[in-house]
């Protein structure tokens, strides 16, 4: 697979030597990435009914069937990709696969939804389905998109999209409490996931054309470099539009999500410390101001402070609960089926879906899975790193902190670490929208990365260095 | 860029951290104390996950559990004939909580007490579900169905010790209820507890009048002035008391009288007094003992305790019993069980039992041994004086003046043939101007060869029988005596 490149010399910035595919390495951890949720499967079925669940079969050999075509397609469309995403990826969607099945398994939860809703639907078919769009659509994005900066091209009409996008839920009812739903027909979508790739997009665009002016033109003032005022209109843009998000969606998750996001990427840009702190100023300031009015928020506030305050167990025992369930698997959890995660009832399988990793898996699966969390963030910045270009820089680090951020902000919620808020754990969590996107992202890091990794082309050929030809797929 | 590059992923690698450090706080250094609030659902199921073990009558359970469909909560509580245990078990509901012996012995017969450790250790080693431990109580199968039938319907309430050790040997109450019907965690479980609340019922049937309804104990308590009397010195059993007939109240203008204004009253000696139940006798007696006397003798039988003091749990605490610090004229109608003087069924058979054991009282028991599942006895209880009310020849005189009581006095209706009955009648008035019904007492010991075996008091409240023949002689004593030739019954 690999190409042996002698390097002439003439490009001494990018090694251009002969890197490894590590196509090999991804398959032999994707093997891995189905057996253990395949395992876990069947511990949930010898642990609820004493006996292997009957989907058994028909669940790994889907599971597997999604891995090989996504291996089969990086391997032919993208060869110098990141070894490590592709099997993290799909070993949280199959465990989460597992978790979403173990919750439908649940006599509490099923009795909810009949009382509720007068049926009772499960989640892990569609889920798998799910999966199984995601997965087309991480295929789509790695045949079409033969190089990201193609999307350099949409900087704009990312921006339209990702408004339109983030606007559209003000029009639909609220879910439970938090306008974050489009509903169209039969279809719910959650906007909000994938806005994050789109406006990353557009950040990455924006910001490649406008980080010298940003991180140049400035005033030095007590050991800070201020930008200019006309320089800090994208910023202020961005910042009045996440508290908008966060008044009429009264959805602090996404808003805290993207104006992280362009923080960020808008340090990354410029080099300039001074962006981070006047981020930090002015998202305390906007959420303090709107925590003053809003009551959404306040409530959030208050639960999170007294998560057991019979106040806040009259509004809603759902943090209280999901301590517990962390609490009550303590080291080593319960084990797979045998907890009492499901007594958090709303969102058990989406939200809280790590509740269940930490009261059946124990201290012991939630570090597991957080540090897969992570190194998929690290990976991605690793890929950020890598990359040639400016604008694959910032896609990348964009897209990967926008998950880091994603992850930190249900995750610590769920864990009554900040207050909570309305998102899904990416890949764990029932819910399309959350699984097409997440795989999406996956899907441009991935081609971000074979395209940093990639054999730089050499330079002219020479008529005495004949024998140096760049191999290239396609 | 690279260097901001390389902050942000320092930056997305402390965001892991923070929540792996949250984690480990969660579910290590908290974990105890999350997986074991009490408003963790968890810690309930895992309460009921198992049958609960049994309390325990003459080697046979008065409880047992059963599984409960379409509930996280697996097993619930069962009662064998809970009217007539629940005075001694008191109740286990998964909804309601518990109270009595099943809250006192909770972690016995849940399998968490300490001491059944070992036993659980085995259990998890060895892959098997935990168990619950045993309660064996002291109670008298017989003596408590005697009880608690010869109650009727009438209101009331019976206690019966076994004077030599303190055990208990009925505690019988009626109204009362099957805790059964509230031991699940179903709403119909809420309703039916509310229906059993004195709010719903005013009968009451969940207080245990046998061990925490104070009564005044009219006459009954007569044998304990005439305690106070005979360990005074100033009087003795057969001595004439120089009391006239009626007697005027010190201080007052007030005269009172005898039932039937019995002539034998006049001048009687303390044996012919306790015979015929003169009130004039004892409230000159107590008038002239005082009523620090009084209140010391009354103490040393158990009246006057502190609300949390444990001398008396049994291990279920019964209510204090009180004979007042009070006023000259009011302290000689506390001499006859009247004015503020008030005590629990149990207290007056605590009475009678230390006079039938020779002024010794012991202190009143109902749980006679732990069990571990493996029938090892992890605790038994052993008898323990409380106090010495009288000496062994005051209480002998005193015996001799109760038996005349049942020979040819008021108690006949007491009198077992074959076996020496000594007892003592009481009608305690109540109610305003005593309009309300009168209580019925009677308190009676047996006794055989080789000591007394058991001592009873019995209370009627209330009844619908005219007024005249309320008198604790033909109410209480009956079922007095049916008790006490149950227990005999099973000495044989």
Known sequence: MSSNLTNTGSNTTVSSGGLPSRRNTELAMLVFAVIVPVFAYANVGLAMDDKLPSGMLGYGAGLALLAAVGHLVVRRYAPYADPLLLPLATLLNGLGLVLIWRLDQSERLQTRAESLFGQFTPDAPKQLMYSAIGLALFVAILMVIKDHRILQRYTYISMAVGLVLLIMPMFFPPVNGARIWVNIGPINLQPGEFVKIILAIFFAGYLMVKRDALALASRRFMGLYLPRGRDLGPILVVWALSLMILVFETDLGTSLLFFGLFVVMLYVATERTSWIVFGLLLSAGGAAVVATFEPHVQDRVQAWLHPFAKETMAQSDQIAQSLWAFGSGGVLGSGWGQGNSDLIGFAANSDFILATVGEEMGLTGMMAILIIYGLIVERGIRVSLAARDPFGKLLAVGLSSAFGLQVFVVAGGVMGLIPLTGMTMPFLAAGGSSVLANWALIGILLRISDTARRPAPSPAPSTDAEMTQVVRPS | ?492
């Open chain 2, 1 to 492: 860029m690279n260097k901001p590059l390389r902050r942000i992923a320092i930056f997305c690698g402390l965001l892991t951290l923070a929540l792996l450090v949250r984690t480990n706080w969660l579910q290590f250094v908290q974990a105890d104390d999350l997986k074991e609030d009490p408003q963790n659902r968890r810690v309930a199921i895992q309460r009921y996950a198992q049958p609960r073990g049994n309390i325990v009558v003459d080697g046979k359970p008065v409880t047992g559990s059963t599984e409960v469909a379409g509930s996280d909560f697996k097993y619930k509580r069962t009662y064998k004939n809970g009217e007539l245990w629940s005075p001694i078990t008191g109740f286990a509901s998964q909804r309601i909580g518990a109270n009595q012996l099943e809250k006192l012995y909770d972690p016995v017969l849940t399998g968490d007490d300490d001491r059944l450790f070992f036993n659980r250790t085995i259990d998890m080693l060895t892959g098997k579900p935990k168990k619950g431990g045993n309660v064996v109580t002291t109670l008298n199968r017989k003596a408590q169905k005697a009880a608690f039938d010869g109650l009727g319907d009438k209101k009331g309430a019976v206690a019966a010790i076994n004077p030599k050790t303190g055990a208990i040997l009925a505690l019988a109450n009626k109204p009362s209820y099957d805790p059964s019907v509230f031991a699940g965690n179903s709403d119909k479980d809420a309703k039916a507890f509310q229906n059993l609340e004195k709010k719903k019922d005013p009968d009451d049937p969940m207080l245990n009048r046998a061990l925490r309804q104070t009564y005044p104990p009219g006459s009954t308590f007569k044998v304990v002035t005439a305690a106070a009397g005979l360990e005074s010195g100033d009087y003795d059993i057969d001595s004439k008391t120089d009391s006239e007939d009626p007697y005027r109240l010190p201080q007052s203008t007030t005269d009172l009288g005898n039932e039937g204004n019995n002539p034998a009253c006049k001048n009687a000696s303390v044996r012919v007094a306790l015979q015929w139940s003169c009130n004039t006798v004892f409230a000159k007696m107590s008038n002239e003992l005082g009523n620090k006397k009084m209140m010391e003798e009354a103490e040393k039988f158990g009246f006057n305790r502190d609300q949390d003091d444990n001398a008396q749990d049994t291990p279920v605490r019964p209510a204090p019993s009180v004979y007042p610090k009070d006023n000259r004229p009011q302290n000689a109608m506390a001499g006859i069980g009247q004015a503020s003087n008030r005590a629990t069924p149990l207290q007056m058979a605590m009475v009678t039992a230390a006079i039938a054991n020779d002024g010794k009282l012991m202190k009143p028991y109902m749980v006679d041994q732990l069990v571990a599942p493996n029938l090892n006895v992890i605790d038994q209880t052993k008898p323990k004086e409380l106090s010495q009310p009288v000496s062994p020849e005051n209480a002998q005189k005193l015996q001799s003046a109760m038996e005349t009581v049942v020979e040819k006095g008021t108690g006949t209706s007491g009198k077992i043939s074959g076996v020496t009955v000594g007892g003592k009648t009481g009608t305690a008035q109540h109610g305003e101007n005593n309009k309300d019904n009168p209580y019925a007492w009677f308190i009676s010991y047996a006794k055989t060869d080789d000591g007394s075996p058991v001592a009873v008091a019995v209370v009627v409240e209330s009844s619908d029988t005219l007024r005249s023949d309320i008198a604790g002689g033909k109410l209480a004593a009956p079922i007095a005596k049916s008790v006490m030739e149950a227990v005999l019954d099973g000495k044989k």
